[in-house]
């Protein structure tokens, strides 16, 4: 109860991150025609202050939720999620992505692994 109230704006947005962001789509480099979200069900990050949680719902309203801290610097988001599910069907658990694109309400970030290169698509949402 308390995570869900104490969620406010905090001294200002933290780098144009504070609030929710939906995630578009995933790209990968190696399978170019696949996707890691499931027709149906939408993901979506919360910035807060340091704090991050990752979110999905599917048709039926089920869903999950995985906390943790983000924190950016020199162009790149740091995550670390200790939560509830298996995040790592979007993102590892702990991971550092490239901010290609942040303008608006518009963002692009880049994965870099030794397997593939995931590029995320995220809608800013009102």
Same mark, same amino acid.
């Given at each position: 109860?308390?995570? #869900?109230?104490?969620?406010?704006?905090?001294?200002?947005?933290?780098?144009?991150?504070?609030?929710?962001?939906?995630?578009?789509?995933?790209?990968? #480099?190696?399978?170019?025609?696949?996707?890691?979200?499931?027709?149906?069900?939408?993901?979506? *990050?919360?910035?807060?202050?340091?704090?991050?949680?990752?979110? @999905?719902?599917?048709?039926?309203?089920?869903?999950?939720?995985?906390?943790?801290?983000?924190?950016?610097?020199? $162009?790149?988001?740091?995550?670390?999620?200790?939560?509830?599910?298996?995040?790592?069907? %979007?993102?590892?658990? %702990?991971?550092?992505?490239?901010?290609?694109?942040?303008? $608006?309400?518009? #963002?692009?970030?880049?994965?870099?692994?030794?397997?593939?290169?995931?590029? @995320?698509? *995220?809608?800013?949402?009102?």
């Amino acid at each position: 109860m308390i995570a #869900a109230t104490s969620c406010t704006h905090n001294d200002g947005d933290p780098n144009g991150w504070y609030g929710t962001w939906h995630i578009d789509k995933i790209e990968s #480099a190696n399978y170019p025609n696949s996707t890691s979200i499931p027709d149906g069900v939408d993901y979506y *990050l919360q910035f807060q202050s340091s704090v991050v949680c990752l979110r @999905y719902t599917d048709v039926i309203h089920d869903g999950g939720e995985s906390y943790g801290t983000w924190s950016e610097e020199n $162009g790149i988001i740091h995550f670390e999620f200790n939560g509830n599910f298996d995040v790592s069907t %979007i993102f590892p658990q %702990i991971c550092k992505l490239e901010i290609v694109k942040h303008e $608006g309400n518009k #963002a692009e970030l880049k994965h870099v692994d030794d397997y593939d290169v995931m590029t @995320y698509y *995220l809608t800013r949402q009102p």
